[in-house]
């Protein structure tokens, strides 16, 4: 069976490199346009991203001596579906642009708050892919725009969603230590002033981060009907902050259940989690995606890929004391991996295998 030709758009960027890796050898999908601003126009992709390289296992010279495209010029008919990691300051026009003809899948901010976009993360939120139908009537699109939340949330959620099945959630604090790749090449490059800023520190402020968790976590564990999204109603209280790490987020979780709970019940609803797109069996797919460990030192942001591949961590699970069905735990989640370019990746396998591709 041919593979579906793909545009990776914004690809020389962090969040794009992790998409073109993801793609190298994908049994469903074919790179065939790397495409970024006029900067990388004509250059071959190595050149291209010479000097801001964030490869895990660099693409061998099929995908590396591909010529950039600019990406103003890329006519979205020659391609079946594209993958967005633009900035978010040029997103917005050339998503739409794409998606009047083929479906997007992006890493951005750009149209995850409009009322007909799902905001998805397959194992968390299945259903709302039926809002891709009322897009398109809306907006007189062939495609379609998905994109996935903030990486941020995207860990934290991963957690709560087997846990508000099991016992409903309440309340939710959680504090964050973002990895620099977080915020993309500025947080990457060894220049850079920003990286300078959080070297041996603990830079407790991240601009807009905390809101995006709060609406996203109610959006993300929110249930469509009659065709929109009614949130989850949960009190989230997120701290935001950048530690000096290249990669992996961490988080400290409490959360309150809705009803009575244990920590065993908490640990069972955890350790059994699965979900659709396991079942699917897609490629991106772990076969759990949450591990529960029992290491008192775990989970670590240096150790979480010795544990698999797009797996969310989750160690020091206890109950608080004093509070009611409170529970506490650490989490660990690959910000450019499940977070970012993989987890785009997923969204369109999974959308695939649903028939919307």
């Not at 993801?22 to 010479?50: M, Q, T």
């Not at 693409?59 to 993958?83: C, E, H, W």
């Not at 939340?149 to 860990?155: E, M, Q, R, S």
């Not at 309340?171 to 002033?193: F, H, Y």
């Amino acid at each position: 069976m041919s593979k579906m030709k793909v545009a990776v758009l914004g690809a020389t960027g962090a969040a794009g490199q992790n998409i073109v890796e993801a793609l190298v050898d994908h049994p469903w999908f074919g790179i065939d346009c790397l495409a970024a601003s006029e900067r990388s126009e004509g250059k071959r992709y190595r050149d291209a991203v010479e000097g801001a390289v964030f490869f895990e296992r660099t693409p061998g010279d099929d995908v590396m001596g591909i010529s950039v495209q600019n990406t103003d010029k890329v006519d979205p008919r020659d391609y079946d579906l594209a993958f967005s990691a633009l900035p978010a300051s040029v997103a917005k026009g050339v998503e739409a642009r794409f998606a009047e003809h083929i479906p997007v899948f992006s890493t951005t901010s750009a149209y995850r708050y409009e009322d007909d976009v799902p905001v998805l993360i397959p194992e968390v939120n299945p259903g709302h892919i039926g809002l891709v139908n009322i897009q398109r009537e809306n907006r007189g699109w062939a495609g379609y725009i998905v994109p996935g939340p903030n990486c941020t949330t995207v860990g934290l959620v991963m957690t709560l969603k087997p846990i508000q099945d099991a016992f409903g959630v309440k309340t939710v604090r959680m504090v964050s230590m973002q990895s620099l790749s977080g915020a993309g090449e500025k947080g990457l490059r060894e220049d850079s002033p920003y990286r300078k800023m959080v070297e041996m520190n603990v830079y407790p402020w991240i601009e807009g981060e905390e809101a995006k968790v709060v609406a996203e976590t109610n959006i993300l564990l929110g249930k469509l009907v009659d065709g929109r999204i009614v949130d989850a109603g949960i009190d989230v209280h997120p701290t935001c902050t950048r530690v000096y790490v290249d990669r992996v987020h961490t988080e400290v979780v409490d959360v309150v259940t809705e009803r009575p709970a244990t920590l065993e019940g908490v640990r069972v609803a955890l350790e059994g989690f699965k979900p659709l797109p396991q079942e699917l069996e897609l490629p991106t797919c772990p076969e759990r995606p949450i591990l529960v460990l029992d290491e008192v030192d775990m989970p670590q942001p240096k150790l979480h890929s010795s544990k698999g591949f797009m797996v969310t961590l989750v160690g020091r699970l206890s109950e608080i004391p004093r509070v009611g069905n409170g529970f506490t735990y650490i989490v660990t989640s690959d910000n450019l991996e499940k977070g970012a370019g993989v987890g785009a990746v997923q969204n369109a396998e999974f959308m695939k295998a649903k028939g919307y591709l």
